[in-house]
């Protein structure tokens, strides 16, 4: 991600800025006088600290422009009726599937009572409210405001914190590339703003390694954000802020980081390597644990850091092409694994794009001619698609293309060949066969994608040279294929196709059990199994995973209590509990009902929620959680490591145990940054108080990382797979015989 879409772009409303920018609220409606009205009830008013700004559209199709343009719009009050019955219910849609904001609160309004949306159109486009603008008083439409601009504020700040690891991951790996400390260096503004709970903004400064240091006179800004954007790649001098300016420097000089009153400044790296220095400004007085957390943060990236220093040159040798300075093969399928990963994998496409006749032209022409050619088109793709998108070539004159689907539009990508490519002093026409894969339709991994997605391509070119294999026809299938899912959901529910599998964890320094993990698995209806990533979001979307998740709890409480009774008292049992069914009004009677009906202990019942949905909801989350460890059941947060930010405020929730995210461990030796968020993780947990354990362990290499880093427990392929409960009481009277010496 290039590092200007840090920046907040508005500031230029008209009303006073301060040091936050306003929020925007965008009022579509085709009567003026609703316009007039809902600015006079809401002037001057201030939420979360910031003021409101407005956008105006008097239809559908100028609100759809306005969201075009501007990509901050934090709320929609939106007519349903306007230059037609339904221009407001089509413009929803519009917003959530066409231009995907998903951040985007709703309002909708409605004059005409009689034009209420149906509650499947409320549920499935995500709408936060819904009013008749009757009803919409002064005081009714501020609470309302208030409630959707909060909401915003929270999937927005999940978002970024997503984005500002991503960012740090991504850009070391790359650093040594020259966008690699850009992005880096972006990213860590937008983790250390998020930790601090405030929107991306402040400055990097960075030193040249000494080797360098020589020949560069002063330190230079590797990135800068909110209202410092305009500063990236000027030399310290151009910092207007004497103080920021002052203090930057010192901290360069000698390396520590210093809190005043509303600023920080915060060193990275030490000594020998790079040196940086992060300021923020805008900052509350830090809370110890708050600053505590800012430090060890800091001081994991700074071994990230000189680790990169050292290894950097050596790694970007391996995973980048030296030709066009491009990721190669390697890199690509490793960003794939990574991805899939971080179940990014449903809407990512791989598509691999082969140049026709490349061969003979590099033959009649000379190679040098040839590699031109490959420069033009490299320099063509990366100039056209920027981050998630990653352009990769995976040999000869074999590009990749790996993102989100809609940005891979085939009709996009086409379009980039039907010009000339210039090379040498002239133009070449160059076409190409592409070849490609959604990452949802392959079962193993990166490499794999690779492989099936180049016998797609080939497949192209021996039948369509120029043309493109089939791969897209499903694009429009999906909607279909996901109501076609519901209900053959709905239907399995009453049966045994829906059951539930179970994965050990254990300790690891010991190898003694320590309970497992309840996954659900689905038989479909033509007999094949269909993972749960795939199904989980159609139940939670349609709301019958409140039901699964009842049965699911009742299965797992069971099977827990027989496995107690064959003589593994200590037994505990996790079981996954999803957002929908966390909110849901009767949950917390179910799980009283399931531990009664079963008769498990509380205490050796465990809930696992998701690192983003104990951010969704704070107030509600950890309300509930409370009563569920009043009952004594206890409480894990699954995922962890792909929402940072929480950190503080999970040590505000109750909860006992955090689990690493898999995608963590399966990188853990791989590169020295994911080893670092790991090690990050391990730490800061250790600080609350609180158990780790790694998921998707699968080898003894990262079995004995984890060991040395103080992780104590683990689940994962090298301890056994997840298996059906007889399976499990089985594997588990082995085990005992056997006793389990994995990690020496
Ligand atoms: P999760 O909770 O993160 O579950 C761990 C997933 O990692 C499981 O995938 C498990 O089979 C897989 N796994 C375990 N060890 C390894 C390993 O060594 N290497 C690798 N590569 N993978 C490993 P599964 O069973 O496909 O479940 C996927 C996700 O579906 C779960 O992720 C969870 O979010 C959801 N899920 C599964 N069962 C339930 C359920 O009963 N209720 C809810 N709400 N969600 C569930
Ligand atoms: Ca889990
Ligand atoms: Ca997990």
Known sequence: MPVDTLLFQDEDTGTPVGRLPSWRVLIADDE?????????????????????????AYSAAEARQLLIDNDDVAVILLDVVMERVDAGLELVRVIREELRLTDLRIVLRTGQPGYAPEMDVVRDYDINDYKAKADLTQARLYTTLTAAIR????????????????????????????????????????????????PPAGLIVATDPPDARQTSTQPTV??????????????????ADAQAREMLRSCLAGCHSAFSDDRIVLCLGAGQGTVMAVYVDGVDPLDDAT????????????????????????????????LLSLPNRARLVQEIDRRRARGEADDTLLLLLNLDHFSETNEALGHQYGDEILRAVS???????????MVARIHGD??????????????????????????????????????????????????????????ALKRAKATRRGGLARYDRRMGEVVRARVDMVRALRAALPGDDLFLCFQPQVRLDNGRIIGAEALLRWRGPEGELIPPDRFIPVAEHSGLIVDIGRRTLRAACACQVAVV??????????????????RHPGFLGDLRDAIKESGIRPGQLELE???????????????????????????????????????????????????????????????????????????????????????????????KLLTSMGCREAQGFLIARPMPRDDLTRWLMERRETGWPVVA
């Open 32 to 56: 003026t006088d609703v316009h007039e009205s809902t600015v006079f009830a809401l002037r001057g008013l201030e939420i979360l600290g910031r003021p409101v700004s407005f956008l105006h």
């Open 151 to 198: 909401s915003y504020n929270q999937l927005h700040r999940i978002a970024a914190s997503r984005r500002g690891l991503d960012l740090i991951v991504r850009g070391s790996a790359e650093l040594m590339a020259e966008r690699g400390l850009a992005e880096f260096a972006a990213g860590v503004i937008t983790q250390i703003n998020a930790l601090l709970g405030l």
């Open 222 to 239: 590797v990135a800068a954000a909110g209202a410092f954007e305009g500063l990236a790649s000027q030399p310290l001098d151009a910092i």
């Open 291 to 322: 600053r505590a957390l800012v430090e060890v943060f800091c001081s994991n990236v700074s071994a990230c850091l000189a680790n990169l220093d050292l290894f950097g040159r050596l790694k970007s040798a391996a995973y980048a092409d030296t």
């Open 379 to 389: 320099a063509r793709l990366v100039g056209h698609f920027e981050a998630p998108v």
């Open 398 to 455: 074999t590009f990749a293309l790996l993102g989100p689907v809609d940005a891979l539009d085939i009709e996009t990508v086409s379009q980039l060949f039907r010009v000339p490519f210039p090379v040498e002093d002239g133009e070449q026409m160059v076409t190409a066969t592409f070849g490609g894969l959604m990452l949802r339709e392959i079962e193993g991994g990166g490499s794999e994608a690779v492989k099936n997605a180049s016998i």
């Open 565 to 582: 009774a064959a003589g593994f008292p200590g037994f505990r049992m996790a079981v996954n509990i999803s957002l929908a069914q966390f």
């Open 609 to 703: 929620i998701t690192e983003s949905m104990a951010m969704l909801e704070p107030d509600y989350v950890s309300e509930v959680i409370r009563t569920i460890k009043r009952m004594g059941v206890s409480v894990a947060v699954d995922d962890f490591g792909t929402g940072f930010s929480s950190l503080a405020y999970l040590q505000r929730l109750d909860v006992d145990r955090l689990k690493i995210d898999r995608g963590f461990t399966a990188a853990l030796a791989r590169s020295v940054s994911d080893g670092s968020i790991v090690h990050t993780i391990i730490q800061l947990a250790r600080n609350l108080d609180l158990t780790v354990i790694a998921e998707g362990v699968e080898t003894v290499e990262q079995a």
